[in-house]
């Protein structure tokens, strides 16, 4: 059965890859930094710190304000993988829906930069009356959830990669 898969279920999984002309430290010591994700999420428009000041380590909490053209949430969200230059990965561990996601940053150094890769795990899905809800308020049909996470980490990634050239 081919075709775009269904609305996130549980074990959905999703990624897009990017080139940057950088080096992995300078890529990761910005993604690991969860308070600059909002610089390039086109989804994210604040982190809070549960504990500000503190470093990220694995089992730092944070609260990520969210919000598409049709609606706003918050998460929380907890530091699962810390592999410094490697990878990086986060989960949502409460929000207000049932759906559990873990995100993850994966880095390989290439010649002249590294290949950052973004994706996706849905851990738990929404059950589906609360699925029916979100898709309304999105406009959302059953294939497009998938496809606007895609094309969101290709346009996170993409904006990622202009924070990094303005800011190094």
Aim: charge should be positive; charged fraction near 20%; hydrophobic fraction near 35%.
């Amino acid at each position: 059965m081919g075709g775009m898969p269904k609305y996130p279920h549980r074990g959905s999984t999703g990624s897009v890859s990017r080139y940057i002309a950088l080096p992995p430290e300078a890529i990761y010591a910005v993604i690991s930094n969860v308070a600059l994700i909002p610089k390039w999420s086109p989804e994210c428009d604040k982190v809070e710190l549960t504990q500000p000041g503190q470093p990220i380590t694995v089992g730092t909490e944070f609260i990520g304000h969210n919000h598409d053209p049709y609606m706003q949430w918050s998460t929380t969200c907890r530091v699962e993988v810390i592999e410094p230059n490697r990878k990086f990965s986060f989960r949502i561990i409460k929000g207000v829906f049932l759906a559990r996601t873990r995100w993850t940053y994966q880095l390989v150094p290439q010649k002249g930069g590294t290949l950052v890769t973004e994706s996706y795990e849905i851990i738990r899905a929404n059950p589906w009356p609360i699925r029916q809800i979100t898709m309304r308020k999105r406009h959302d049909s059953d294939t497009e959830r998938p496809k606007k996470l895609l094309n969101n980490m290709a346009v996170s990634l993409a904006n990622l990669e202009t924070y990094l050239l303005g800011n190094n």
